[in-house]
């Protein structure tokens, strides 16, 4: 499946502008109509349903406890698919014009539709997650804080029962996230506070990423998307993906992240700034392995190595 086939949606949150200022912000770029709807109380929801009959929401969310409750909005966006990306950055340009903030208690969740997964595909996608865990965590740049309290990484545990019953529908890997069949589940439940949340498969028919902390630059959050559309085709596409735990090496991390990129799809043009936000923090040097060798370690005679060979691919490694 390709990842452009994949339908997704996605929550930001933002500070210092009403929940109206930011629905009329999101009006000015999709049309439509605007509504306040106000119930329940606690949300506070206003509503913008677009010229194509999507609806945008914009809700209170009462983790922001920095600002007052009125000057706290969460953007909900409706179901996307890949074509959208483009007004959805305009969408997130005009938050920005309206004076839409970000603080650190702030975040993004990007959440995957569910359907085209079995028990299998989901099985690897904790896997090819637990694998590069090391490289997102940093690359990502997770606050502490948010990693202990709401995005926390995939479990050893996790991965041994998948190992161990190699679950091939969604029912088998329920038992195995919850620990019991769950067929009720309940929206706060505390499994749900993990980078790769798996509890929203049954709760919501989504795969929630909730590593993000947040930002209002369109190119970031646009790489942010494109990074979990390819991490989800792997998974889907897959026959079977590793779970051996890579090892964080700050000399290598760079060229490792990358190599993982482009083994996710990541390759060419089309994903260059997407490759660029998401390699900023990395360490190393992304063309060496073992670091940028000093001139005088070079001969004359020699030649480099190039990352991809002819067919684009990356020769001896696997995700």
Same mark, same amino acid.
């Given at each position: 499946m390709n990842l452009k086939e994949i339908h997704y949606g996605i929550e930001i949150e933002t500070v210092k502008r009403t929940r109206e200022q930011i629905a009329w912000a999101i009006h000015s770029v999709v049309g439509g109509t605007v509504r306040h709807v106000g119930i329940p109380s606690s949300y506070d929801p206003w509503e913008v349903e677009d010229l194509r009959g999507r609806v945008w929401k914009v809700v209170g969310d009462a983790s922001l406890t920095?600002?007052?409750?009125?000057?706290?909005?969460? $953007? $909900?966006?409706? $179901?996307?698919?890949?074509?959208?990306?483009?007004?959805?950055q305009e969408v997130v340009r005009a938050v920005r014009r309206a004076g839409g903030k970000i603080n650190s208690q702030c975040g993004i969740h990007i959440h995957i539709d569910a359907a085209p997964f079995d028990g299998?595909?989901?099985?690897?996608?904790?896997?090819?997650?637990?694998?590069?865990?090391?490289?997102?965590?940093?690359?990502?740049?997770i606050s502490r804080d948010r990693l202990n309290r709401y995005t926390r990484p995939v479990s050893d545990e996790l991965i041994q029962r998948i190992e161990q019953h190699r679950p091939r529908t969604k029912?088998?890997?329920n038992r195995i996230w919850y620990g019991y069949h769950n067929r009720q589940p309940q929206h706060y439940d505390n499994s749900r506070y993990h980078g790769v949340n798996l509890h929203n498969v049954w709760y919501r028919g989504t795969v929630e990423f909730r590593w993000f902390e947040a930002t209002l630059h369109a190119g970031r959050i646009k790489a942010y998307l494109q990074f979990c559309l390819a991490v989800a085709a792997k998974a889907l596409n897959g026959r079977a993906a590793s779970s051996r735990k890579r090892d964080f090496d700050p000399q290598s991390a760079k060229y490792d992240f990358r190599v993982f990129l482009l083994h996710l799809g990541l390759i060419g043009d089309e994903f260059k700034t997407a490759r660029k936000h998401l390699m900023a923090n990395m360490p190393g040097d992304a063309a060496f392995k073992n670091g940028r060798p000093k001139p005088q370690d070079v001969l004359p005679d020699e030649t480099t190595t190039t990352l991809t060979n002819e067919a684009g691919q990356v020769p001896g490694l696997t995700v």
């Open positions: 920095s600002v007052p409750a009125h000057l706290r909005a969460e $953007v $909900v966006s409706p $179901v996307l698919g890949y074509d959208d990306i483009p007004q959805l299998r595909h989901l099985g690897n996608l904790a896997k090819i997650i637990y694998k590069q865990e090391p490289l997102i965590l940093h690359a990502l740049g029912d088998q890997l």
